[in-house]
């Protein structure tokens, strides 16, 4: 499928590298495509970013039909633009649009259409390590109709955000707080899904730990609310005697391929790496018993966000006098190293975005 360009007739300033927040400024161009029952995907299309008009019925406003994926493109110390196994993330948004109901789209085309996006937008990516042009694949239902039922239209689109270093003032380990009040999925839900629900159900307890003064919410599961699942909208990993421990995927825990990204690296380095299921209860045993040394969350936002305080009801601990452990500190150089291309990347782990001058 050919996709059509329209270039922009007037292009914005780009902000100071750091200036830079999260999420706030957008590129000059977006991709669009398109679904309907007759055509199926069709219409991919770079244009100028800008609104999308639709009626108040749109059903994505009515019935939260809608997911998306988040990425980066990094500018490597030559200039060149790489990607961090967005094949990974292509696949996750495909099986996040299954789960919603929503028509599969072509994996190839979709990272073909953000390459090429990437390579129109190649100066919104920012030059400064940690700084990273964050990328936003979205679909959302698009039927202006108030049934319940799946859409028959949907939009595919993609934004682009320049964002900056989330470590401007080196790693500083986050308070988690332990909710019994709340959960973020059950078994049998949509917690494995990249669904924009998922986070709208996610910030009440999310206001309640600020309140509280937390950074984040740690999250058990929905069942038993026992066993650990995941911090914020992070995945996150224990160091108990010197092994590696993260929650099994269940169904209710997001796949993070950041997780992912640390697990096959701790296997590479020789270290114990496991996936269970992992209770509240050994979480505060191992801490009492001297063998939980650290604790840190993963994702593509932060990368590693180390942990140095949990509260869980009255009890409070504290991890590795809340400073950095050597394990969230070699995961977040090992990885970062590879997205900004200072080490060689495992596999097929980096996709280079050809750009012509
Ligand atoms: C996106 C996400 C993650 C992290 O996934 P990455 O692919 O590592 O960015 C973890 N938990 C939730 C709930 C998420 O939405």
């Not at 696949?91 to 190839?108: G, H, L, Q, T």
């Not at 066993?227 to 005697?241: A, L, P, Q, T, W």
């Amino acid at each position: 499928m050919q996709i059509r360009v329209t270039k922009s007739k007037q292009l914005k300033p780009h902000p100071q590298d750091n200036e830079l927040a999260f999420g706030t400024v957008f590129t000059d161009h977006m991709f669009n495509m398109d679904y309907s029952l007759e055509k199926g995907w069709h219409n991919p299309r770079i244009e100028p970013y800008g609104p999308i008009q639709t009626d108040p019925s749109t059903m994505v406003f009515h019935y939260g039909q809608a997911i998306f994926e988040g990425l980066k493109a990094f500018r490597t110390k030559t200039g060149e633009i790489q990607l961090f196994r967005p094949k990974e993330n292509f696949k996750r948004f495909n099986r996040s649009a299954k789960a919603m109901c929503i028509p599969e789209f072509d994996e190839a085309l979709a990272l073909t259409a953000l390459k090429q996006l990437l390579a129109l937008e190649k100066d919104w990516v920012p030059k400064t390590i940690g700084t990273s042009l964050y990328i936003r694949p979205t679909i959302i239902a698009m039927d202006p109709f108030l049934g319940v039922r799946a859409s028959h239209t949907y939009r595919f689109f993609i934004i682009l955000s320049p964002v900056g270093a989330y470590y401007k003032e080196g790693f500083n380990p986050v308070k988690i707080w332990v909710t019994k009040d709340h959960v973020r999925a059950v078994r049998g839900g949509v917690g494995h899904v990249k669904t924009a629900g998922n986070y709208a159900a996610s910030l009440y307890a999310g206001e309640e730990a600020h309140r509280k003064g937390f950074t984040q919410v740690l999250w058990l599961d929905g069942v038993e609310l026992k066993y650990v699942e995941e911090v914020g909208s992070m995945n996150i990993f224990f160091v108990i005697n010197g092994e590696l421990i993260t929650p099994m995927l269940n169904g209710s825990i997001l796949s993070g391929i950041t997780r992912d990204s640390v697990l096959q690296l701790a296997r590479q380095w020789g270290m114990q790496a496991i996936e269970r299921r992992i209770s509240i209860d050994e979480v505060f045993e191992a801490h009492a018993n001297g063998t939980l040394t650290e604790v840190f969350g993963s994702g593509t936002a932060a990368v590693i966000s180390p942990v140095g305080l949990i509260q869980y009801g009255e009890k409070r601990i504290e991890i590795g006098n809340n400073t950095v452990g050597p394990v969230a500190q070699k995961f977040f150089n090992a990885i970062t190293d590879i997205q900004y291309g200072k080490t060689q990347a495992p596999q097929d782990w980096i996709e280079k975005v050809p750009v012509s001058e």
